[in-house]
C-alpha cells in the first residue's frame, strides 16, 4: 500500500462513497427492503438505494483502471488481497457453523468448507474474484494499452461502447469482460488526461444527479408495466452495470472528484479507503450476509416503519458495517498480513515472478 502523501485523498473519499453505495444496495437487495409487496415510501427508498450498487461496483473499478495503468504488477499485492478474501472466507465460515448448529447437514458443511477455503476459484464473492483476475490481466492490458496509437485505442473502445452499452450482444459478455471495458475507459482518461468541464465542476455533480433519477424514474415505470419481460428487459438496459446511463453517471462523478481540489491529509479519510474492499468482504459474505441482514441488523423490521426511523436505520447500518469492518481490518493486518509478509525468505521469488508479469 502506497503511503498517504503519494496517494490523492479525493480519490481514497471516492473510494469510500462507492463502498458506501454499495453497501446501500445490499440493505435494499439482502435487507429485503425493496422486494416489500406494498408500493409504498420505504419501497420507492429500497429502489432508490438498488440503484447505487452496480455504480458503486463500477467507479471501483474505475478507479483501479485510473490507477494501475501506471503501475507495475507486483505478486505481493496480490497475495495480499488473496490472503485478505481468505481470512473473511474463513471467518465467516465459522460464524455460520456455530450460527447453524443441529441445522445444515454435513453435506452442506463440506460445500461450504470447500467455497470458503478456496474463495476466489469457487467464487464465493463475485467481485473479488473478477477483481483478481482483472489484476492478474493488467499488466497486459497495460502492454496493449501503451503500444496502442489514440486512434486504435478510441476503435476499440468505440467497438466495445456499441457491443456492450449501446446493444448487448453474448459477443462482448461475461464480467471480466465488463471489468477489462471499464479498466480501459479509466486507463484512457488517465492516458490522454481527459477532461470534463474542469473549470464548470457543478455540472458533472448536476449531470449524475439528474441522470440518477432519470434511471430511478424509469425503473419505477417498468414496475406497472403490464409484461414482466418488457419490464425486466428496459430495467437492465437502464440500471446493469455496463448501462450506458451508469456509466455517464460513474464517469461524471469521477471527473468531478478528479477537478475538485481536495487538499486534507487526514488519516482517518485514507484508513477507510484503504479498508474499503475489507468493508465488501464482510458484509456481502453469502454464508454471513443473512445472519448480517436479518440477525443482527434486523432490516426486516423495518419493512414498513416510520419513514424517518428507516432512514435513521440504514444510517446507522452503514456506519456500523464501515465501523466494524475498518476495525477488524486494521487488526488483521497488525496480526495477520504484516507479520507474514515481514519474512524475507521469498523476496527473490516475489521480484522474479514481478519481471515476468512485467
Avoid at 233 to 252: E, N
Avoid at 277 to 295: Q, S, T
Wanted: charged share 15%; with cysteine.
Amino acid at each position: 500500500m502506497e503511503k498517504i502523501e503519494k496517494r490523492e485523498i479525493k480519490f481514497e473519499i471516492l473510494r469510500i462513497i462507492s463502498m458506501v453505495m454499495i453497501i446501500l444496495t445490499h440493505y435494499a437487495g439482502h435487507g429485503g427492503l425493496s422486494n416489500i409487496e406494498i408500493m409504498n415510501t420505504n419501497k420507492l427508498i429500497g429502489i432508490f438505494l438498488t440503484l447505487a450498487g452496480n455504480l458503486g461496483v463500477v467507479l471501483f473499478v474505475f478507479i483501479s483502471g485510473y490507477f494501475l495503468i501506471n503501475s507495475k504488477f507486483k505478486i505481493k499485492k496480490l497475495l495480499k488481497l488473496e490472503l485478505q478474501i481468505l481470512f473473511y472466507s474463513i471467518l465467516f465460515f465459522i460464524i455460520y457453523i456455530i450460527c447453524n448448529r443441529g441445522l445444515i447437514n454435513n453435506i452442506d458443511i463440506l460445500k461450504a468448507a470447500i467455497n470458503s477455503i478456496f474463495p476466489v476459484l469457487r467464487e464465493l464473492y463475485w467481485f473479488p474474484t473478477i477483481y483478481v483476475g482483472l489484476y492478474l490481466l493488467s499488466p497486459f492490458i497495460n502492454k496493449l494499452i501503451n503500444n496502442m496509437e489514440r486512434k486504435n485505442y478510441k476503435a476499440l473502445l468505440l467497438i466495445l461502447f456499441l457491443g456492450i452499452s449501446i446493444i448487448p450482444t453474448s459477443m462482448f459478455s461475461g464480467r471480466i469482460v465488463l471489468f477489462i471495458y471499464i479498466y480501459l475507459i479509466a486507463a484512457y482518461v488517465r492516458k490522454y488526461d481527459i477532461e470534463l468541464f474542469k473549470n464548470r465542476n457543478y455540472i458533472n455533480i448536476l449531470i449524475a444527479l439528474l441522470t440518477y433519477l432519470v434511471v430511478f424514474v424509469i425503473k419505477v415505470i417498468c414496475l406497472y408495466i403490464g409484461n414482466e419481460t418488457i419490464s425486466q428487459i428496459i430495467s437492465d438496459y437502464v440500471t446493469a452495470h455496463q448501462s450506458i446511463f451508469i456509466l455517464l453517471i460513474a464517469i461524471s462523478i469521477f471527473m468531478a472528484f478528479k477537478n475538485s481540489n481536495i487538499k486534507s491529509q487526514s488519516k482517518l479519510l485514507f484508513t477507510l479507503g484503504k479498508t474499503s474492499f475489507a468493508v465488501y468482504l464482510l458484509h456481502d459474505n453469502l454464508y454471513f450476509r443473512e445472519i448480517l441482514w436479518k440477525k443482527i441488523l434486523h432490516t426486516n423490521e423495518f419493512y414498513y416503519a416510520n419513514t424517518m426511523l428507516l432512514i435513521l436505520h440504514i444510517i446507522a447500518s452503514v456506519i456500523l458495517i464501515y465501523a466494524v469492518g475498518t476495525i477488524i481490518d486494521l487488526i488483521r493486518e497488525k496480526c495477520i498480513e504484516k507479520p507474514i509478509f515481514k519474512i524475507k525468505k521469498f523476496d527473490k521469488l516475489f521480484e522474479k515472478v514481478d519481471q515476468y508479469m512485467n
